[in-house]
């Protein structure tokens, strides 16, 4: 398994650069500095597939987390943009907290920028539905204390070790 060090290449696939002076109108509509090294990593691409796209939610997790995309930012859309200016829109269309810009969601579980504790470096959360819960409708998990941390705990490849495979029909033990 192959973690992100902050160096190479970061996106798969994505939309064209976006400019410094775009960034920082999208910053005063939102009303937040965004993380430095999210502002660079929209720099290369503005938004986009991940080549790094699994995550333990926490530090003892099994099981991995797909984050496909990173949402950049797009002045465009009847959500009065796309991307992380369409948060608003979300945070009320579904109810999650006020404090945060969303980077990633399905609808049904989100990844975002929390300002709530540190407007100058966010934390970067997770929040899922809680289908249990008849007062909460959404649970959170603290990902990583600021968005370098959350870049560094990207992963891609196997957490398999194909030697500790037992072997199977058609495959014989070396």
Known sequence: MEF?????EFWDEGEKPISDLKIRVAE????????????????????GILKYPY??????????????EIYGIDFEGKQNGVGI?????????????????????????????NYEEN????????????YLSDNEKWKQIKIAN??????????RGSILDPEKFKPSYGRKKK
């Open 4 to 8: 992100y060090k902050g160096e190479g």
């Open 28 to 47: 005063e509509k939102l009303g937040v500095k965004l993380p430095l090294s999210y502002k660079e990593l929209l720099k290369e691409h503005n938004g």
């Open 55 to 68: 995550i333990f939610l926490e530090e003892n997790d099994k099981e991995r987390f797909i984050i496909p």
């Open 85 to 113: 200016l369409a948060s608003k829109y979300w945070i009320n269309e579904v109810g999650l907290p006020e404090t945060i810009i969303i980077l990633w969601g399905d609808y049904h579980s989100w990844i975002a920028l």
């Open 119 to 130: 407007t100058e470096n966010p934390s970067v959360v997770y929040f899922y539905e809680d």
């Open 146 to 155: 600021d968005f370098d941390a959350f870049l560094r705990r990207l992963s």
